[in-house]
């Protein structure tokens, strides 16, 4: 593979050109129900080139890796097309010229786990929740593993051989009482271990339980609140609150948006650090490289509530005088990389949850995250439960809890940050432009926001 | 590859080859930013020996031989399966294939965008236009072992039209997405009208209090808050007791002004096709006519859990719907909004897609709003949420539908406006 890539980047006559080449190998399993949805076994295999030439890019992907000079040729063509009606020079920043091959450091791989096990441990997960209560009377299970051998080569000389895994599950619960239903679930995720997959007994348990807890609960009324996010939706609010926004690709083109978020700017009070890394070992979303062959890093985004730093590619990078972050991510050969997170965190803090809770007269206990999304100023984010706060103490549950707010305004809301703190996984992933899902993951103790508005009835 | 080498004596299978081959222009901050192009080759197979299903898929070339040993893997555990694949039926033909559209070339595509950056910035030189257009030509090949052998060629164009005002830490944001079989349908000039009069209503920020309000979702946002509709007409939902609404075909589930069809041979229809995923004949038939429940979006299995047929529903992750098709009513939206004293205009939503579909309840952020006072837009209110019970709200609350429709993707919507819709907004004060 590395002299088939190698030579083919030595005939381009871009300024720039790379080629991915990615073997997938996926298992999904699937229950609805009592009833075994989906056994299902696939293979991805495609390839991708990206050329520069002067101001534009071309990018043309494909399954077969035939006639790959023809393929280059055409990608040419586009960047080609683009430099004639677009001024200016598009600008990389320096990158090292790599030979490497990665492992993946695997715990317990997922490919030396027979199907039949996989599929004994969910099986055995979806009878504990089917069997917790009569009201649990539906389920919602979802294991996937992924295994992808990943090849790069540039015209810089870089050549990267990289094993990729990505290992994910949701053991959800449904329950119905008249015309209510109610979800909840257990999550787990990986970049290397099948091992998050086991040990779930007791919790998957817990949430069936909750499931059947909430069928009695109201809908949380409408308004703003106080609310204290539990690490789960803490993380899911990093991710769709600032996260986003630090992504610089969205931001280098647009004058007014590089103003906003120069560094320095005070986004959040002092004690707020945010960071994004693609080390977090064990977690979706790290790697040794990104999809331009850079090696990945940690980088802080927030320091003591001033804007320090974005996630960038290389073309992001030097437009904005900087170095590149590692961050230039593609969810499969389809798609050229763009800018994106990884394992993205808010560092743990002083407080304790009971400190939050205890300071709190009418406010909200947001607990679990079902998804959220942003447009670049606002964004929601939607919890598994709620449970309303009365006089500083932890009162009545409550449902259908979504939340939003405004990128610009609302980390200066945070007021209190805990001191425990959990990275989080799910089989979820993350959308932007047509890439979707992109494994990642989040991590954030307890903090507590002030006037959040919450949806809900009147 | 043909179906009868990849199966052994006694299992039962169906293949399914799809080729697709696409281009995408995109225009970011009204300047030409990338020009994209693939082609992608997958083959998909199901399988049944004893009576359980296998699944597999492949897109890596010269080894079909994979796609036989992962699918009889899985089968071996599979799901226990009492459906049988359909044979040969006669087939509707719909019109989903654009031969002049296909044939454009690269250019024909950056026109027609590059002519609505400059339109879209001469209206106001702050305006950052983004355009997308992506022309994908489609071949899908099904075949099964009761003798159905199937293709269809399809072509589509998907375009996201947007445009974005920032002015100090003030995001105004307006797009829409469209999706056609046809290259002619595309109204370039209507939609750039509506986009600047979105933009010129939100222009100015208004204050309203928290409450409940008549309010009008435009037919974009009325696709917002439809999912849970279609995931409790789904059979996958009726079949596992979660959808509210099982055992009640003809109760009258929602408001007798509102009629949902399930269009599948729709001519142009961005979900047409003949034949769905399975080899059963698509069609057309009403979900909900008046408000009342007439029909279940069903695959092969569904049905055959419900003893019914599969109405051409299937696909790839189970039964779901054609072009959804919502009938109009007799409202204007100018009439619309000069009957409201007071009241909220939802023009784009987020968020609302998020939650739990068998409760109906929905809530998002209203990313674009306006307020309405004495009949008139009197500007943009922001840091709102809304929140419904979609089956009370369609039961209860319509107390108008629209006359014109419009495409959002492959559903084709009327506004609807609704009464005592719950708004959370931000204090005024913070």
């Known amino acids: ?458 | 590859m043909s179906l009868k080498k990849l199966l052994k004596p006694g299992e039962e299978g169906e293949l399914l080859q799809k080729k697709s081959r696409q281009v995408t222009v995109n225009f970011q901050n009204n300047r030409l930013k990338k020009i994209n192009s693939g082609e992608q080759k997958r083959e998909i197979l199901r399988l049944i020996t004893g009576g359980q299903l296998g699944l597999a898929e492949n897109t890596r070339p010269d080894s079909h031989g994979d796609l036989g040993r992962m699918a009889r893997e899985t089968a071996l555990m599979g799901p226990r399966v009492d459906f049988a694949f359909p044979g040969p039926a006669p087939l509707e033909q719909p019109q989903v294939w654009d031969k002049q559209g296909a044939e454009m070339k690269l250019e024909d595509l950056i026109d027609p965008a590059r002519d609505f950056v400059e339109k879209t910035s001469s209206y106001h030189s702050d305006l950052q236009a983004t355009v997308q257009v992506n022309k994908v030509e489609k071949q899908v090949h099904l075949e099964n072992s009761s003798g159905f052998k199937g293709e269809y060629f399809k072509s589509s164009f998907e375009v996201l039209l947007g445009v974005r005002l920032i002015e100090g830490q003030n995001m105004l944001e307006t797009y829409s997405f469209l999706e056609h079989t046809h290259w002619d349908s595309i109204n370039w000039e209507l939609e750039i009208e509506d986009l600047l009069q979105k933009i010129d209503w939100g222009r100015q920020n208004v204050n309203l209090s928290p409450g409940n309000y008549p309010v009008i979702m435009t037919p974009a946002t009325v696709g917002d808050i439809l999912w849970p509709l279609e995931e409790c007409l789904n059979g996958k939902a009726i079949t596992r007791g979660l959808s509210p609404w099982q055992d009640q075909l003809g109760e009258q589930a929602i408001s007798p002004q509102l009629t949902l069809i399930n269009a599948g041979t729709l001519d142009r229809g961005a979900a047409s096709k003949p034949f769905d995923r399975e080899g059963t004949p698509c069609s057309s038939f009403p979900l909900l006519e008046n408000g009342v429940f007439k029909n279940y979006i069903l695959d092969l299995e569904t049905a055959e859990k419900l003893g019914e047929k599969s109405n051409g529903c299937g696909g790839e992750n189970g039964p779901g719907p054609a072009n959804l098709l919502l009938e109009p009513g007799s409202e204007t939206m100018e009439a619309m909004i000069s009957d409201l004293e007071e009241g909220v205009l939802i023009a784009q939503t987020m968020g609302a897609w998020a939650g739990n579909p068998y409760g109906g309840q929905v809530s998002g952020n209203i990313s674009l709003g306006y307020k309405i006072k004495n009949g008139r837009i009197q500007g943009r209110i922001k840091d709102a949420m809304f929140s419904l019970n979609v089956f009370k709200a369609l039961k209860e609350k319509v107390s108008a539908v629209g006359k014109k429709r419009t495409w959002h993707g492959s559903m084709l919507l009327p506004a609807l406006l609704l009464d005592e819709v719950n708004v959370s907004i931000k204090s005024q004060e913070d």
């Open chain 1, 1 to 458: 593979m590395q002299k088939k890539l190698q030579n083919l980047m030595s005939l381009s006559k871009a300024d720039y050109c790379d080629i991915r080449v990615e073997d997938t190998e996926i298992t999904n399993i699937s229950y609805r129900g009592r009833e075994l949805e989906k056994m299902e076994r696939k293979i991805q295999f495609g390839g991708c080139i990206r050329t520069l030439i002067g101001s534009g890019w071309g990018f043309i992907s494909f399954n077969s890796l035939d006639n790959l000079e023809e393929k280059l040729r055409q990608a040419e063509d586009q960047a080609r097309t683009i430099n004639r009606v677009k001024k200016g020079q598009v600008q990389l920043a320096p990158a090292p010229v790599i030979i490497a091959e990665e492992k993946n450091d695997w715990g317990e791989d997922p490919r030396q786990i027979s199907l039949k096990e996989k599929l004994e441990l969910m099986q055995h997960y979806n009878n504990l929740i089917l069997n917790t209560d009569s009201r649990v009377n539906s389920s919602r299970i979802v294991y996937f593993d992924h295994h992808t051998d990943w090849f790069f080569a540039s015209s810089s000389g870089t050549y990267i051989y990289q094993e990729k895994g990505d290992i994910g599950g949701n053991l959800g619960a449904w329950a119905s009482a008249g015309q209510e239903r109610t979800y909840d679930a257990v999550t787990f995720g990986s970049n290397n271990d099948f091992s998050v997959a086991r040990g779930h007994d007791e919790q998957v348990v817990a949430a069936a339980r909750r499931a059947v807890e909430q069928l009695q609960a109201p809908t949380v009324r409408g308004g703003q609140y106080p609310v204290i996010l539990d690490p789960e939706m803490a993380g899911l609010f990093v991710h769709e609150a600032f996260g986003h926004l630090s992504e610089a690709d969205e931001i280098f083109d647009d004058k007014n948006l590089l103003q906003l978020m120069q560094p320095g700017t005070r986004y959040g009070p002092s004690f707020l650090n945010i960071y994004d890394s693609g080390r977090e070992w064990g977690n979706r979303g790290a790697s040794h490289y990104d999809d331009e062959g850079l090696p990945t890093q940690k980088t802080y985004l927030i320091q003591n509530g001033e804007v320090v730093g974005h996630l960038h590619s290389r073309e992001s990078a030097a437009r904005m005088e900087t170095e590149p972050t590692g961050s230039a991510r593609a969810m499969d050969y389809r798609f050229p990389p763009i800018c994106r997170m990884r394992t993205t965190c808010i560092e743990p803090g002083l407080d304790t949850l009971e400190d939050m809770i205890s300071g709190i007269d009418y406010g909200l206990y947001a607990i679990g995250g079902l998804g959220g999304e942003t447009n670049g100023e606002l964004f929601t984010f939607t919890a598994t439960r709620g449970q309303m706060i009365r006089n500083g103490k932890l009162a009545e549950q409550v449902k259908n809890v979504t939340l939003t707010g405004n990128v610009f305004h609302t980390l200066n809301n945070i007021d209190s940050i805990g001191q425990d703190f959990a990275i989080l996984n799910n089989a979820g992933g993350c959308g932007k432009f047509e890439q979707s899902p992109l494994p990642t993951s989040e991590g954030s103790p307890h903090i507590r926001v002030q006037n959040v508005i919450v949806g809900g009835e009147g």
